[in-house]
Every structure is written in structure tokens, then in C-alpha cells.
């Protein structure tokens, strides 16, 4: 498709145990970002790609996050031994520099 | 540093009224971008508007509409006409390029609903 994806669009897990979510951009952008999203609230950057530069990780909230992108493709953001406030919508965005973001319809992550 | 501030929590209008969302940023750079994007209650953010702080170029469609005012800081978004299927919370944006990077920054949102 033409658009963002994102998989798994839920995810139900045991607090300790590690997720990983994955995003396919718009092919092109050079550009991807992850962002976090507690219920009812705004979102909340967590990591910036562009290109071949390095990530901007400035958002992560913990080390037990961490995302990587090969190329301008595929990215994954992985979140070890989680918690119960982990829990959240987790949105997946790509562009060109500068120009409009594109979001993915997100994963919804929900730690018992 | 950068700072997008939308006041309005949350807005209830009439069908067919107008509606204004206000959006207030604060960037040090010269150049930049902002946008408005919607969310409707399917979860999926969607973009509306892109507007550059250097030219006029911008992008418009149906019934939206923004006040882009530098000496003000703000960056204002306008239904005409709404309808029951705007509603939904709108996020203002800024990215600035900083460094040569574009991190993007959200308010906070305004959940708008119009009601029938």
C-alpha cells in the first residue's frame, strides 16, 4: 500500500516481558518518527531518523527503549521488560524533510 | 526552544457554525514549518495543513482555512460550515531546522465536537 503501516495493530503483553513494533514508511521518506500516545493525551516524541545521520533518541523515556531503521525502510522499536505505564498507543510517522508527516494507524500496546 | 501551546482544550459547536482552533508557538529559528493535523476517533492521525514561514506557499482544502500571523506567533485553524464528521482532536505542530534537523512538536490538542 501506499501508506504507513504498522504491526501488530495490538499487542497484549505480561509486565517484564519485551515488545517489538514495527513500521513500514512511505517508500522515499527519508525522514521517520516514533511518537507515544497515553489515552487522551498528546503525543509524546520518542526517536527521530533521517537518512544516515544519526538518530535523534532525545524522546526515549528509558534505556529499556530502543528503536533502529535499516536504510530508509523498515524500523523497529523495542521496549524491554516492560511496565504497566508503558502502556499506550504507539504511532509511527514518515516524511520528507520538513514537509507533512504521515502517520501509520498505530499499535496499540496494552502491559497487564 | 520550541513550544506549541493550543489553550482550547475542548470546543462544542452547532453544525454549520464556524469554529476557530487556536495554536500558539514559540521558535527561534527563522524558518520553519507548521501544520495542523486531525484525529478523529479512529485513532488515525490524519495531515490537514502545512504552512512555511518564509513564503506564501501553502496548502488549503474545502472548508479549512488558517491565520498565520508572525507577530503574533500564532497560527490559527478555521472550519466554515462544520459538520458532525469534524469532530475529532486537532493538533497544531512546529518543525524548526535546527542543525539541519526536523524534529516535529505537538500541542497538546483540541478536542472539538460539533454537535447535530
Known amino acids: 500500500g501506499a501508506g504507513v503501516s504498522q504491526s501488530p495493530s495490538n499487542k497484549v503483553t505480561e509486565k517484564g516481558k519485551d515488545v517489538e513494533l514495527r513500521c513500514d514508511p512511505i517508500?522515499?521518506?527519508?525522514?521517520l518518527y516514533w511518537y507515544r500516545q497515553r489515552l487522551g493525551q498528546g503525543l509524546e516524541f520518542l526517536i527521530y531518523?533521517?537518512?544516515?545521520?544519526?538518530?535523534?533518541k532525545s524522546g526515549l523515556p528509558s534505556d529499556r527503549f530502543s528503536a533502529e531503521r535499516t536504510g530508509e525502510s523498515v524500523s523497529t522499536l523495542t521496549i524491554q521488560r516492560t511496565q504497566q505505564e508503558d502502556s499506550a498507543v504507539y504511532l509511527c510517522?514518515?516524511?520528507?524533510?520538513?514537509?507533512?508527516?504521515?502517520f501509520g494507524p498505530g499499535t496499540r500496546l496494552t502491559v497487564l | 526552544a520550541q513550544k506549541v501551546t493550543q489553550a482550547q482544550t475542548e470546543i462544542s459547536v452547532v453544525e454549520k457554525e464556524d469554529v476557530t482552533l487556536d495554536c500558539v508557538y514559540e521558535?527561534?529559528?527563522?524558518?520553519?514549518?507548521l501544520f495542523w493535523y486531525k484525529q478523529p476517533p479512529s485513532g488515525e492521525l490524519v495531515f490537514l495543513i502545512r504552512r512555511n514561514s518564509f513564503d506564501e506557499q501553502n496548502e488549503i482544502s474545502g472548508r479549512y482555512s488558517w491565520n498565520f500571523q508572525k507577530s503574533t506567533s500564532s497560527f490559527n485553524f478555521t472550519i466554515t460550515a462544520s459538520q458532525v464528521v469534524d469532530s475529532a482532536v486537532y493538533f497544531c505542530a512546529l518543525s524548526e531546522t535546527t542543525s539541519g534537523t526536523y524534529k516535529y512538536i505537538f500541542g497538546t490538542g483540541t478536542r472539538l465536537k460539533v454537535l447535530a
Open positions: 521558535t527561534r529559528d527563522t524558518t520553519y514549518y
Open positions: 517508500s522515499g521518506h527519508t525522514a
Open positions: 510517522a514518515s516524511s520528507f524533510p520538513g514537509r507533512a508527516q504521515y
Open positions: 531518523f533521517q537518512g544516515n545521520s544519526a538518530p535523534d
